[in-house]
């Protein structure tokens, strides 16, 4: 069974300053890897796909990496600024269902 | 235009009740998805549906029975309401089921709250 974990769970970062968020997981038979993003009261917003056959993707100041053998997905965030604050899942893709980390919740202050 | 709608957004009910929360999807996808996010944020698959047929079904109390009417709408109606349903409850779609290369797209939640 599929085990997701984010660290840290919470982070708080002056804005600027680049950041790491964390992922790890416990079954490397996977498809692919997603970073969501949640906005309080909202829904998931999907950041980035990872295939399974890939090691990172990137979009704009997003660049997230995928290592299958170490069990490990790294969201790397640079400059950031205060709308970047919100929760980042990551999320592993089996045949049919995502299984979802508890997420790191960032705070990004002006 | 929103791609996946829930209704209602908000939901207050007592216990023992029975509730519904719909879905709708405009995507012109094939799955579709309910998943709970309980008070500690962890987001579970509680159904899967793919055109119209249940395909995933995890361990969920059969007080709680998705409707899929078309493949666009999928339903989840919840009997006899307990404490412990109180959660956050959200709808994806995606266009097929698998294998896995699918990008979820989820509506905005439905936080139900039992007292």
């Known amino acids: 069974k599929q085990e997701v974990t984010q660290i840290p769970a919470a982070l708080s970062v002056p804005e600027g300053e680049n950041l790491v968020l964390n992922c790890s997981f416990t079954d490397s038979a996977i498809y692919n890897l997603q970073w969501f993003r949640q906005d309080p009261g909202k829904g998931l917003t999907s950041l980035l796909l990872?295939?399974?056959?890939?090691r990172e993707q990137t979009s704009g100041r997003l660049n997230a990496s995928l290592d299958k053998s170490s069990g490990r997905s790294t969201l790397y965030i640079a400059a950031s600024q205060p709308g970047d604050s919100a929760t980042y899942l990551c999320?592993?893709?089996?045949?049919?269902?995502?299984?979802f980390g508890k997420g790191t919740m960032l705070l990004v202050s002006p | 235009d929103t791609a996946v709608s829930q209704t209602p957004k908000y939901l207050v009910t007592q216990m023992g009740n029975d509730k519904s929360i719909k879905c709708e999807q405009n995507l012109g996808h094939d799955t579709m998805y309910w998943y709970k996010q309980d008070s500690k944020k962890f987001l579970k698959i509680m159904f899967s549906?793919?055109?119209?047929?249940?395909?995933i079904n995890e361990t969920v109390p059969n007080r709680f029975s998705p409707k899929s009417p078309d493949k666009a709408h999928l339903n989840l109606h919840i009997n006899s309401l307990e404490l412990g349903d109180s959660a956050v409850y959200f709808c994806?779609?995606?266009?097929?089921?698998?294998?896995?290369?699918?990008?979820?797209?989820f509506g905005a939640g439905s936080r139900l709250t039992v007292l």
């Open positions: 999320a592993l893709s089996g045949y049919s269902t995502l299984t």
């Open positions: 990872i295939q399974s056959s890939q």
């Open positions: 994806a779609s995606s266009q097929s089921d698998g294998p896995g290369a699918n990008v979820l797209t």
């Open positions: 549906y793919n055109n119209k047929e249940l395909i």
